[in-house]
């Protein structure tokens, strides 16, 4: 698994659809919006929680061993991440998930930029979307919040790693600055902590700094949850960025 696919298993909305998958609850048709730059880490990475067996993703179930890289004989993808499909591929990824699956317990079906296409391709998605086979499952990657709201209304949303509302922050450098973040963040207030980490987490992603990235979006997690008093949350995350002090036992208790 690379680093950006490791950075998208570990965020909120990955962890939420395999936590309904555990449960035995399946989403047949899952809309996940992200920036277009993870698009194909974002279905490689779902996918292989919905082909799998156990629905870990990562095992060595007989679903698991048939991947060869980025292809699986129960994954249909739409193209390339930069090509919107168009009605034609529409109809042929339906008949695409009619097939009877291979090797897994479902086939899926991944379609590119759905925010950005044609209206008739969207009402062909939308019946799509309706008549889903039974063992068929449908993963959507959009950007934007323009989605028809026929087929709104038809998908389990999703969002990993959004950050289209606020522009990358360079982080703190050096004591000073780190100790005047320190400062602000714990007078202001957690809203403020997450400010900072959204920033960061974009900041991070530009750079191609996954592992930092990953390691950021963990710390959004457990602000988001607010199970931590300001000046604690501030002390974390100086402690886990600042320090380099590893807090992965800590995480499975408050996350």
């Not at 809309?31 to 279905?43: D, G, M, S, V």
């Not at 799509?128 to 990657?141: Q, R, V």
Request: negative net charge; proline residues 5%.
């Amino acid at each position: 698994m690379n680093e950006p696919e490791t950075l998208i298993t570990s965020s909120s909305g990955y962890q939420k659809i395999a936590c309904f998958l555990r449960k035995g609850v399946i989403p047949r048709v899952l809309a996940i919006k992200t920036q277009p730059r993870l698009y194909e880490e974002c279905a490689l990475a779902f996918s292989r929680l919905f082909l799998c067996h156990q629905f870990t993703g990562n095992d060595s179930c007989s679903s698991c061993r048939e991947w060869r890289e980025k292809s699986h004989p129960d994954l249909v993808l739409s193209g390339d991440p930069e090509k919107v499909p168009g009605i034609d591929v529409c109809r042929e990824l339906h008949h695409e998930l009619m097939l009877t699956p291979v090797i897994s317990n479902y086939r899926v079906a991944v379609i590119y930029g759905v925010d950005r296409i044609s209206v008739n391709a969207a009402n062909s998605m939308l019946k799509f979307a309706e008549e889903t086979p039974e063992k068929g499952i449908i993963i959507f990657l959009h950007e934007k919040d323009n989605i028809l709201p026929t087929l709104r209304s038809r998908i389990w949303p999703v969002t990993v790693l959004d950050r289209e509302v606020l522009a990358p922050c360079r982080l703190p450098q050096g004591d000073p600055e780190w100790l005047d973040w320190v400062e602000r963040t714990t007078r202001e207030g957690t809203e403020s902590v997450q400010l900072s980490l959204n920033g960061w987490i974009s900041y991070a992603l530009e750079k191609k700094e996954y592992n930092l990235a990953g390691k950021l979006e963990k710390l959004r997690l457990i602000a988001d949850n607010k199970k931590l008093s300001n000046a604690m949350l501030s002390d974390l995350v100086f402690l886990s960025i600042k320090e380099g002090i590893s807090f992965e036992h800590i995480f499975g208790d408050i996350w």
